[in-house]
């Protein structure tokens, strides 16, 4: 949606054709540059920026000034589930763009566990056609790789891709059938397609509520033990090895995976892997008395494995971060636990809930900054998630201390499942601009 | 009508099972032996005695249609009794081995047996329980030699050489006995060999059996002087090996604009049956350029020539 969006923002209400960000603090991970200084937006890419615009704004341009603060690339969310089509009571492309915008996100890629399944062209074309219609952040399709999400018959990839998907995941749940995931990375790999799978055996994992140990035991819930996923990664990892097809693990979530992933990394193989906030943030405990906001998949696992994923995060072992924006109604959440659905909302929460590892110096503003958005930008393939000349103005002005209490029935998301409600966060957006069009104020 | 062989026929062995080890001169000796027949086959009076008195058993444990026929039609014009066996309702239905379908058939004295099954190495495991000459007519993904040497045929006459052509084979690789015997008699002939397809049809080590690989079909037709095309079979591909015949057809299968990238004066080939448009588009089918319907042809005339060159090697008394 780059130039639709770019040629609407030049005509719209904003009036002016080019925008200068004035005294901000430049960071952008791909470059590692993190210094004081300005940006220009013309036609809606970055014109020019450094240390020169700091204080002096071109002629013509609107300006901006940013008191400081932090201007860095918009976010870019690599796993986002909407309801759109066919379940639009939970979250639309539309409402899903405008709590992506507030929360400093100018890229979801969304993921094709919606009704119907996005296994073909025509729906590719219909998601593409809704989002520049309707969504004000940048939409990326992750299709499926089987037919309605089965894992029996695999999507025409090669015929997807061209549609303009740039990733091709079974969702929610894991290819059980080794042989079709053989082929499946087999046959991407010829047209250089990515592959992004959430491991978690299904025969261990069904019908399971939560991580095993003391507190499902305690609990009395199904569970189910973290191996589940190292079992299908460490498969995957070895299926990498003798097709080598591009893989992403998508959300992994133990100290185990992240063994796998460094030894497959070791041997130069195509992986990749990403890790949810919730798993960053939370953990087990916080479900305390059944509390389902906190029910999501992969499960939340013990404190032991979130600090293993922090670290890891910081070590530059784990690429992406993301938020797993999975809206889901009342009705669905508000059931005995076992019953409830899976999933919690994320995209406006998604930098405030990260910065919490930065103020607590468990990582630093680059490599977090990194983990979402010139990696999930490569990762993806896409043009966004850098600060330099020529690419979209695609930006992100925050301040990384101001203090906010969460309050579900404020965000923007049509569902209100947040695990943060109520708790305080540290680090307020303050601007969103996507292809030079501002698509989000703080206060206005 | 003349019966006598090339002076130059040199084909020493006593059944024909794989075209693996198969040398330049043999490969050419049987093509000037079938291109001779080819010539009778065209005269009215099609009939020769090279094989009277002896008896060929088509044994086919698979359904074969043009195959068979062909293999039938080539005895009977060199005067042999030929005898069908359809194996689908035979005792081997009934649960007899495939070792004591051969002891039975072998107390019937056949001088020529020509087997078809769906299981790679059957052929020979039958040929090393008989007395009489084996002719494999296809054996699983193993090889398919009579249809190597018919397209070899083909390609000869149509070209006047086959050293030092380009030869993109497209396909279902993975499955091809096909593919594996044309690579065979490729090579021994001098011609380069191309393969094309998604990775997900080119079986492992592919590449070491004496070709280059390609899953860019553009690219892998890019100035070849023949492109032969594999039936995909679509029952037991979609979904696992390839999304859908759709896809394949879009990436794989041959259309003028796949065939633009091939040298303009490209012959077109395919053993059939074939699936129009799944891997070769209704008009290139029809193409003039294609010669599909000569390999058709060429087959009766090969099948002869092997039969008259292994029935040079029977005992005569």
């Known amino acids: ?444 | 009508m003349s019966t006598a062989a090339p002076p130059s026929l040199y084909f020493p062995g006593r059944h024909l099972l794989t075209c693996e080890g198969l040398s330049a001169k043999e490969i050419n000796s049987l093509l000037d032996l079938a291109d001779r027949a080819a010539d009778t086959n065209k005269q009215v009076n099609k009939k020769r005695d090279v094989l009277r008195g002896r008896t060929l058993i088509n044994l086919f444990f698979e359904v074969s249609t043009r195959t068979q026929a062909s293999f039938e039609l080539a005895g009977k014009r060199l005067g042999a009794d030929v005898m069908n066996m359809n194996v689908a309702t035979s005792s081997v239905a009934k649960g007899e081995s495939l070792i004591d379908t051969a002891m039975t058939l072998n107390a019937m004295r056949p001088d020529l047996l020509v087997v078809r099954h769906h299981a790679a190495g059957a052929v020979e495991l039958l040929a090393q329980k008989v007395d009489c000459s084996v002719i494999n007519a296809g054996d699983g993904a193993h090889e398919h030699p009579t249809q190597a040497l018919l397209d070899a045929l083909t390609i000869r006459r149509a070209k006047g050489r086959i050293a030092g052509l380009t030869v993109a084979i497209c396909g279902d690789i993975l499955h091809s006995r096909v593919a594996r015997s044309n690579i065979h008699v490729l090579n021994a002939m001098g011609a380069r060999v191309r393969l094309v397809a998604p990775s997900t049809l080119l079986p492992t080590g592919i590449e070491r059996l004496g070709a280059e690989v390609y899953t860019d079909m553009w690219k892998g037709l890019e100035g070849c002087d023949i492109v032969m095309m594999l039936r995909l079979q679509r029952e037991r591909m979609e979904g696992n090996y390839v999304p859908t015949s759709r896809e394949y057809y879009h990436f794989f299968g041959l259309d003028q604009e796949k065939l633009d990238c091939a040298k303009p004066d490209a012959l077109i080939m395919h053993p059939g049956p074939m699936n129009r448009g799944v891997e070769i588009a209704s008009t290139i089918a029809d193409h003039s350029r294609s010669v599909i319907r000569e390999q058709v042809e060429m087959g009766v005339a090969v099948r002869m020539a092997v039969l008259e060159a292994l029935a040079r090697h029977l005992p005569n008394h």
């Open chain 1, 1 to 444: 949606m780059g130039k639709d969006a770019a040629m609407s923002g030049a005509n719209g209400a904003q009036g002016a054709d080019s925008t200068v960000f004035i005294n901000v603090r430049l960071i952008d991970p791909a470059s590692g540059r993190d210094e004081p200084g300005g940006l220009l937006v013309a036609d809606g890419v970055i014109a020019d920026l450094g240390g020169h615009l700091r204080r002096n704004a071109p002629a013509g341009a609107a300006v901006v000034d940013g008191q400081g603060h932090i201007l860095c690339p918009g976010l870019i969310d690599a796993q986002v589930y909407t309801g759109d089509p066919g379940q639009e009571h939970r979250e639309t492309l539309k409402t899903a763009s405008f709590a992506a915008a507030a929360g400093g996100v100018t890229t979801i890629a969304c993921m094709p566990d919606t009704e119907p399944v996005i296994d073909q062209v025509a729906l590719v074309d219909y998601v593409q056609r809704r989002a520049r219609e309707r969504a004000i952040v940048n939409v990326s399709i992750i299709a499926a790789l089987t037919r309605g999400l089965k894992g029996e018959e695999l999507a025409e990839i090669g015929l997807l891709q061209r549609a303009g998907a740039v990733g091709f995941s079974n969702g929610k749940g894991s290819i059980a059938n080794t042989r079709i995931m053989r082929n499946a990375l087999l046959y991407s790999k010829d047209f250089g397609a990515l592959i992004v799978h959430h491991t978690e055996d299904p025969g261990l994992s069904n019908g399971a509520a939560m991580n095993s140990g003391e507190v499902a035991t305690r609990l009395g819930l199904p569970s189910v033990h973290k191996a589940a996923e190292t079992i299908v990664l460490e498969r995957d990892v070895r299926l990498v090895e003798i097709t080598g097809g591009r893989y992403h693990a998508s959300t992994i979530s133990c100290a185990e995976s992240l063994a796998v992933i460094r030894s497959a990394r070791s041997r130069k193989l195509p992986v990749s892997c990403g890790v949810s906030i919730n798993h960053l943030t939370l953990n087990e405990n916080d479900i305390g008395s059944y509390r389902t906001f906190y029910k999501v998949r992969p499960p939340l696992r013990s404190e032991d494995d979130r600090v293993a994923m922090v670290r890891a995060l910081a070590a530059g072992d784990i690429d992406v971060i993301v938020s797993s924006h999975d809206p889901q109604d009342a009705d669905v959440k508000r059931r005995p636990f076992a019953e409830a659905a899976d999933g919690a909302i994320g995209l406006e929460t998604l930098l405030a809930a990260a910065l919490r590892l930065y103020h607590a110096d468990e990582i630093g503003l680059l490599p977090l900054l990194r983990a979402m958005t010139i990696n999930p930008a490569k990762l993806l393939g896409l043009p966004g998630g850098r600060l330099e000349k020529g690419a979209p103005a695609d930006l992100l002005l925050f301040d990384p201390n101001q203090p906010w209490v969460v309050d579900r029935e404020q965000l923007r998301s049509r569902s209100k499942n947040s695990p943060f409600d109520e708790q305080k966060l540290q680090g307020r957006v303050l601007k969103t601009m996507v292809a030079g069009r501002m698509v989000y104020q703080y206060g206005s």
